[in-house]
T-cell receptor, first 113, second 116 residues
Framework: GNSVTQMEGPVTLSEEAFLTINCTYT??????LFWYVQYPGEGLQLLLK?????DKGSNKGFEATYRKETTSFHLEKGSVQVSDSAVYFC????????????FGTGTLLAVQP | NAGVTQTPKFQVLKTGQSMTLQCAQD?????MSWYRQDPGMGLRLIHY???????DQGEVPNGYNVSRSTTEDFPLRLLSAAPSQTSVYFC???????????????FGSGTRLTVV
């Protein structure tokens, strides 16, 4: 079946530190992959996406590369800011007839000044 | 502004009451979904729809009904509210994947529901 596993949080970093949040997926085919971000008290916003193997999604200094061989889509940022504090969700979109988006459980990132 | 609009933003219900959470999108998206978000459990799919007149169950459909009479609207009905339905509810919409390109879902800002 289709599933997404992401690292548990919380992840606590100092400002300007390097960020990695791990995400792996299982799928019967080749899903599109997404990272969503949820700031406190808000809904989910699409952060970046990749639709095929070796694609790199990027936005606001965040990057993630679709790795088919390791079935991974790890989120990285070279220098985090306090304003990046949020919950990050990895998601798989297998497509097909149902178009259901499959979420990981989310990772809370707390960036301290 | 184009997007997904959810109402109300906050609601308190008594056990046994019924209510409808409204969701509307103006992007002509075929697909719409309802999720609930609970601490430590991420987002769980309640019901979804692939087009007007078509709905199906997600992971946690019990206690909820949906209908999709138009492309724009996808209301979620709580039949007889229970404290276990205290949660934050998100509606989301998406266009179909086309040519292998999937654009992901656009989410509403959520409805925070408390059942006492």
């Amino acid at each position: 079946g289709n599933s997404v596993t992401q690292m548990e949080g919380p992840v606590t970093l100092s400002e300007e530190a390097f960020l990695t949040i791990n995400c792996t997926y299982t799928a019967t085919g080749y899903p599109s992959l997404f990272w969503y971000v949820q700031y406190p008290g808000e809904g989910l916003q699409l952060l970046l996406k990749a639709t095929k193997a070796d694609d790199k999604g990027s936005n606001k200094g965040f990057e993630a590369t679709y790795r088919k061989e390791t079935t991974s889509f790890h989120l990285e940022k070279g220098s985090v800011q306090v304003s990046d504090s949020a919950v990050y969700f990895c998601a798989s979109f297998p497509g097909g007839a149902t178009n259901k988006l499959i979420f990981g459980t989310g990772t809370l990132l707390a960036v301290q000044p | 502004n184009a997007g997904v609009t959810q109402t109300p933003k906050f609601q308190v219900l008594k056990t046994g009451q019924s209510m409808t959470l409204q969701c509307a999108q103006d992007m002509n998206h075929e697909y719409m979904s309802w999720y609930r978000q609970d601490p430590g459990m991420g987002l769980r799919l309640i019901h979804y729809s692939v087009g007007a007149g078509i709905t199906d169950q997600g992971e946690v459909p019990n206690g909820y009904n949906v209908s999709r009479s138009t492309t724009e609207d996808f209301p979620l009905r709580l039949l007889s509210a229970a404290p276990s339905q205290t949660s934050v509810y998100f509606c989301a919409s998406s266009t179909r994947c086309r040519g292998g390109i999937c654009y992901g879902y656009t989410f509403g800002s959520g409805t925070r529901l408390t059942v006492v």
